[in-house]
Nanobody
Framework: VQFAESGGGLVQAGGSLRLSCAAS????????VGWYRQAPGKQRELVASVTVDGWTDYADSVKGRFTISRDHAKNTVYLEMSSLKPGDTAVYYC????????????????WGQGTQVTVSS
């Protein structure tokens, strides 16, 4: 599976962005999908995930501000981000697996290029 993340950009604090994760080579619909982010000098962290059935989970730092959703027809998963803060600045990545433990650990051999989100104060 190959991932193409898009939708990042520069936004002022309080603004919104919608990120897209498009997959090729395998249907996302068969997998749990996670959105991750990595800020400079920090480890990559899981911020949101969505199961095949649409159950979602969020990191405490983004709960109430980010919404993950999936479009099976387009083989795409989205991350709607609102009330953005400078602390949300990072490169955002997606990945997928059938195992929730793998999504939580996030130790994948392959990652896409990610999309940069920069939030100015």
């Amino acid at each position: 599976v190959q991932f193409a993340e898009s939708g990042g950009g520069l936004v002022q604090a309080g603004g919104s962005l919608r990120l897209s994760c498009a997959a090729s080579g395998s249907p996302l619909s068969d997998n749990i999908v996670g959105w991750y982010r990595q800020a400079p000098g920090k480890q990559r962290e899981l911020v949101a995930s969505v199961t095949v059935d649409g159950w979602t989970d969020y990191a405490d730092s983004v709960k109430g501000r980010f919404t993950i959703s999936r479009d099976h027809a387009k083989n795409t998963v989205y991350l709607e981000m609102s009330s953005l803060k400078p602390g949300d600045t990072a490169v955002y990545y997606c990945n997928a697996d059938k195992s929730s433990l793998s999504i939580i650990i996030g130790s994948f051999d392959y990652w896409g290029q990610g999309t940069q989100v920069t939030v100015s104060s």
